[in-house]
């Protein structure tokens, strides 16, 4: 079967760095993304990876190794507005998403 | 980016009613339009997947009898819950794919049924 692994909770300070794992097994890979949701919205769109290695965006970095069926989001700098879910999901083969679980943020001041 | 709108935002029915909530990709020509369900603290469900011009395929356990899916055109799909029952409350998130095959969600639509 299809799976995807990441924390249910993480909690971190304000102003610091925090690194939210994620694994998967999927039938096929086409590539993965992270979602940030807020409570009581749509998921938007924070990153794709599908080649190997470290994309960063400002604060923001995704990591990907398909070998090892893994990949990780950095948050840098956090701020409290980052409190939120984070969502991995992989396109399979057949290009659809399979979806994590996701990680709940919580950030202290 | 591409925006999707969806609409209505919110909406709160009675029992037995039916209720349509329209997905459209702004900006772009979306093959392929996904229909969500998140019930609290849960993960995105995916109910079914649409095609423009051809009948949505449904995940297991969804009934295509009671979520309607019309996906009329490149840029428009909309889900009907029929006869809708408190059970059926929840948030619903529809997502447009374009020829990238990057996939752009919609707000959300939360449905309350009493």
């Known amino acids: 079967g299809q799976n995807i692994d990441q924390p249910t909770e993480m909690t971190a300070t304000e102003g610091a760095i925090v690194q939210i794992n994620c694994t998967y097994q999927?039938?096929?890979?086409?590539?993965l993304f992270w979602y940030q949701q807020h409570a009581g919205e749509a998921p938007t769109f924070l990153s794709y990876?599908?080649l190997d290695g470290l994309e960063e965006k400002g604060r923001f970095s995704s990591f990907l190794s398909r070998s090892k069926g893994y990949s990780y989001l950095l948050l840098k700098e956090l701020q409290m507005k980052d409190s939120a879910s984070y969502l991995c999901?992989?396109?399979?083969?057949?290009?659809?998403?399979?979806w994590g679980a996701g990680t709940k943020l919580i950030i202290k001041p | 980016g591409a925006v999707v709108s969806q609409h209505p935002s919110w909406v709160i029915c009675k029992s037995g009613t039916s209720v349509k909530i329209e997905c459209r990709s702004l900006d772009f020509q979306a093959t392929t339009m996904f229909w969500y369900r998140q019930f609290p603290k849960q993960s995105l469900m995916l109910m079914a997947t649409s095609n423009e011009g051809s009948k949505a395929t449904y995940e297991q356990g969804v009934e295509k009898d009671k979520f309607l899916i019309n996906h009329a055109s490149l840029t428009l799909s909309t889900l009907t819950v029929t006869s809708a029952h408190p059970e059926d409350s929840s948030f619903y998130i529809c997502?447009?794919?374009?020829?990238?095959?990057?996939?752009?969600f919609g707000p959300g639509t939360r449905l309350t049924v009493l």
């Open positions: 999901a992989v396109l399979d083969s057949n290009y659809q998403l399979i």
């Open positions: 999927t039938s096929g890979f086409n590539g």
């Open positions: 997502s447009a794919r374009d020829r990238e095959r990057e996939q752009f």
């Open positions: 990876n599908v």
